[in-house]
């Protein structure tokens, strides 16, 4: 069965600090891992996906096989990356999401 | 075009009563899924449709929960009986295929409230 641990409930940091939102997975089949967020007052939305392999916002996610995690990482916070991060590998046609992390930017 | 969209945005009922929850998916997206967000819960999967049918209702909680979907659209869910461990918010979500590697495009959710 696919699970996902995002250990840290609340993650708070000063803006222009590096941030790492960590997940880690446990998971058999083809590890696709997407991160989803959910900034106040919006829409559940994909950020990115590992397959993809692309930057988002200034934010990059690179699967680990030997550590099994798939950590959101941005090297400068900024106060608008202040939201509700979900980490998600794919289940047999749903998502299985995290319990998410609460990113908090402080000027 | 137009995103997911749900009514009510909020609802609130007293307990016992029988609730439904809407949502519209995008135009053209065959599956379409249902989620609980409650504090400190995170996302919880309900059930997934692939057209009319429903392949996964194995995160429906109770037998108090229903869901059905007509002409590969529009979704209800019926509570019935709610209970206050109900209240939550429901997200509707709706993708191009089943697979799940599809991105899922989530509506604005129905905050219920059981008093």
Known sequence: AQRVTQPEKLLSVFKGAPVELKCNYSYSGSPELFWYVQYSRQRLQLL?????????????????KGETSFHLKKPFAQEEDSAMYYCAPPGFQKLVFGTGTRLLVSP | GAGVSQSPSNKVTEKGKDVELRCDPISGHTALYWYRQ?????LEFLIYFQGNSAPDKSGLPSDRFSAERTGGSVSTLTIQRTQQED??????????GRSSYNEQFFGPGTRLTVL
């Not at chain 1, 990115?48 to 680990?64: C, M, P, Q, V, Y």
């Not at chain 2, 409650?38 to 995170?42: A, E, F, I, R």
């Not at chain 2, 209240?87 to 191009?96: E, G, H, K, M």
């Open chain 1, 48 to 64: 990115l996906r590992h397959i993809s392999r692309e930057s988002i916002k200034g934010f990059t996610a690179d699967l680990n």
């Open chain 2, 38 to 42: 409650s504090l400190g819960q995170g």
């Open chain 2, 87 to 96: 209240s939550a918010v429901y997200l509707c979500a709706s993708s191009l």
